[in-house]
């Protein structure tokens, strides 16, 4: 297969997925891992993606932000992994914060049978929770279509009246100087307050998060440890900074 060939193919199983592992690629190309890398290299230097551990993402801009849907379905194993070991932390009688995203919410069938108290401002988050039968409370606010969490000034006061013994965020960038970023100031909000009402926060992120910077500043690395199960360069420099916790 030509070169021009299996640039088209990668860039166009990009369209439809965001994210490509090597292994798929070199599958649908009939390629060796060695020339998919080389391929995966020079569309990274023309500006058409960005190379991520194990594979390849679309470049987006700071401030766009996937859709609950377009995230569900991303890093699933490595999502539960994490999800899995979060759920450890707690024990029967705390009160815990769940922020919306799909790998806080991959925590949920952990916590099944525990007696806990659950703050979110996820709809998806607490529709399941109700399911197993966990007392949960909804903060207030404006809702949000592309991620279904409530957020913005209203679920601030509204989270004031909590205070929480663990907090679990879903964070969309995790850089050792920009710290923790996500793409809309309305949910920055909302998640910096959880971490100033918590005793104590972790931000639980799959391998796309790191290394990568989004427009609005949540808080700086320090002020949360982290949960992931990437082993990619950039964890050395977060380890010097923050609290890092293997889900491997």
């Known amino acids: 297969m030509l070169t021009k060939q299996r640039h088209q193919l990668i860039l166009q199983r990009l ?3 965001k994210v490509v592992k090597l292994k798929e690629l070199v599958e649908l190309t009939a390629s060796s891992e060695s020339t998919i890398r080389r ?3 020079d569309l990274e230097a023309e500006g058409y993606l960005e190379r991520v551990h194990g594979g390849a993402t679309l470049i987006a801009k700071q401030e766009e932000e996937p859709t609950f849907e377009e995230k569900r379905d991303r890093y699933v194993d490595e999502k539960v992994a994490i999800a899995r070991k979060a759920a450890t932390l707690i024990e029967d009688g705390m009160s815990i914060y769940l ?3 799909t790998t806080t919410q991959a925590m949920i069938p952990y ?3 525990r007696q806990i108290v ?3 401002n996820s709809l998806p988050i607490a529709n399941e929770l109700f399911d197993l039968d966990l007392k949960t409370f909804v903060i207030g606010g404006e809702l949000k279509r592309s991620t279904q969490a409530l957020v913005g000034y209203n679920a601030r006061e509204s989270m004031m009246n909590y205070r929480v013994d663990i907090a679990f965020l879903g964070m969309n ?3 050792p100087d920009a710290g923790y970023t996500t793409p809309d100031p309305e949910e920055a909000l909302v998640k910096k307050t959880a971490i100033e009402l918590a005793q104590s926060t972790y931000v639980l992120a799959d391998e796309s998060k790191i290394g990568k910077r ?3 500043r949540v808080a700086p690395l320090e002020a949360a440890a982290l949960i992931t ?3 990619d360069s950039a964890i050395n420099s977060i380890q010097t900074i923050t609290k890092v916790v293997n889900a491997k």
Do not use: R, W, Y
Request: charged letters at 25%; proline letters at 0%.
């Open 214 to 216: 989004s427009f609005s």
């Open 229 to 231: 199960a990437s082993d």
């Open 111 to 113: 916590l099944k049978g």
């Open 118 to 120: 659950v703050v979110t």
């Open 15 to 17: 369209s439809e997925q």
């Open 39 to 41: 391929d995966l290299t």
């Open 99 to 101: 922020d919306a995203g």
């Open 173 to 175: 960038g995790i850089d």
